[in-house]
């Protein structure tokens, strides 16, 4: 596919930048000291989760939208989408009168259902995952003549997704390197092209562009390890934005002309960089808005120290129950909650000399459970579930040290 014509060009993302201008925030691109440090590059945060709809999707979903016929916008648009591009289809489409049917699947969660009604939208749940939903909008399209507007594979899509690739350029003096989260590349792919035609067109060194995907569906790296789409097993990740089964067959020749190296990411670092940005930069991020931040926080990229970077945190539309586990799990992670079980006497007084010995350490205990007939207790022994916070691995060494100093015999419960 590398030979393929480039169906997005720069001036296609120039002329999206137009019909954007008076209708899309520029979202603020400010370098992160704190993050800059834990990193060892010079990172700045491009903030497309302060966008009206919560993500960058509504970029692409506008500029298809803008350049709709007279006689497409009376028939209306329908899109499949399990959130952020049912939001921005939705609220641009609303705002210009056009009909926006909604296809998402029946697991999407409830907010993002609420969501996508409160701008406008007519929702029918339908299928079980997007593919479903997919071939449920498509069948539509074809029913009543109305306009699919695709989350990726489409150039007008990609081309709106570009004009994130100027305001770049412009924001960050010097800019060096781009890491950009990937599903089904359409996001990747116009920045791509914009930030790599701009520096040809300038006479400037190359900007080095970086994709990260989530380890479950590994979508695009896949397709560009074999030259052409493959489609990949189901699997369920907090990053459902970039939950992608199969690359684009218009995103991939993009991808394998501008993006220099896609690495991937798991469960648990996208947590923690979900964790990281609400904690220490006061930033809202959706898992898939999170996954760049997190390959940078791992390393994975080849990025030289110190290189002026751009990372961008995609969406911010995360449900609160799941935002409620990561935040959990993230402290759990870092040391800062831990649960024990401890076998004690059961005697009067033996709890009283156990949280005298924890509260000496500084932990604060946060739930307790007692338990007389399993973990193989032995008769006139008990044993407890203590859930602590603590400040950190070091606190908690400390304490598991004095614990066994005095004869306690305890378990770390995962």
């Not at 994975?300 to 120290?305: D, S, V, Y």
């Amino acid at each position: 596919m590398s030979g393929t014509t480039p169906s997005v060009t720069f001036t296609d993302i120039l002329a999206a930048r137009e019909r954007l201008a008076a209708a899309v925030y520029c979202t603020p691109c400010a370098r992160s000291e704190m993050l800059s440090r834990t990193t060892g590059l010079n990172l700045h945060l491009k903030l497309e989760n302060l966008q009206m709809t919560g993500s960058f999707k509504e970029r692409g979903a506008l500029n298809k939208i803008a350049t709709l016929t007279p006689e497409q916008a009376r028939r209306g648009v329908v899109a499949a989408s399990a959130g952020n591009h049912a939001q921005g289809v939705a609220y641009h489409a609303t705002r210009r009168g056009i009909r926006a049917v909604i296809v998402m699947p029946l697991t999407t969660p409830l907010v993002k259902v609420t969501a996508t009604r409160g701008f406008g939208a007519e929702v029918l749940l339908h299928g079980g995952n997007y593919d479903e939903a997919c071939a449920e909008a498509t069948r539509l399209c074809a029913v009543e003549g109305m306009t699919f507007i695709h989350p990726f594979d489409d150039p007008l899509v990609i081309a709106g997704q570009g004009t994130i690739g100027l305001e770049l350029l412009e924001q960050v003096e010097g800019l060096e390197a781009v890491v950009v989260p990937v599903g089904g590349g359409g996001l990747i792919a116009g920045i791509g092209c914009a930030v790599k035609q701009t520096c040809v067109r300038n006479g400037r060194a190359p900007v080095r562009v970086v994709g990260v995907q989530t380890s479950r569906l590994p979508s695009m790296r896949q397709a560009v390890a074999e030259h052409h789409p493959v489609t990949l097993e189901p699997a369920t990740t907090i990053a459902d934005g970039i939950a992608v089964r199969r690359a684009g067959e218009i995103t991939l020749p993009l991808v394998e002309q501008y993006v220099d190296e896609i690495v991937t990411v798991d469960e648990d670092e996208i947590a923690s960089a979900i964790l990281t940005l609400l904690e220490r930069e006061k930033t809202l991020a959706e898992g898939a808005g999170a996954a760049a931040l997190a390959a940078l926080l791992q390393r994975r990229t080849t990025l030289p120290a110190g290189a002026r970077t751009a990372v961008l945190v995609g969406g911010g539309n995360i449900d609160v129950t799941l935002l409620s586990r990561i935040i959990e799990r993230g402290l759990v992670q870092d040391g800062r909650l831990i649960r024990l079980r401890i076998h004690l006497l059961d005697k009067p007084g033996a709890l009283k000399e156990l949280t005298t010995l924890i509260a000496a350490h500084r932990a604060n205990i946060v739930d307790t459970l007692y338990n007389r007939a399993y973990y193989g207790v032995n008769l006139g022994d008990t044993a407890i579930d203590i859930t602590m916070e603590t400040r950190g691995p070091e606190q908690v060494e400390e304490l598991l040290l004095a614990l066994g100093e005095a004869g306690y015999h305890y378990s770390r419960v995962l």
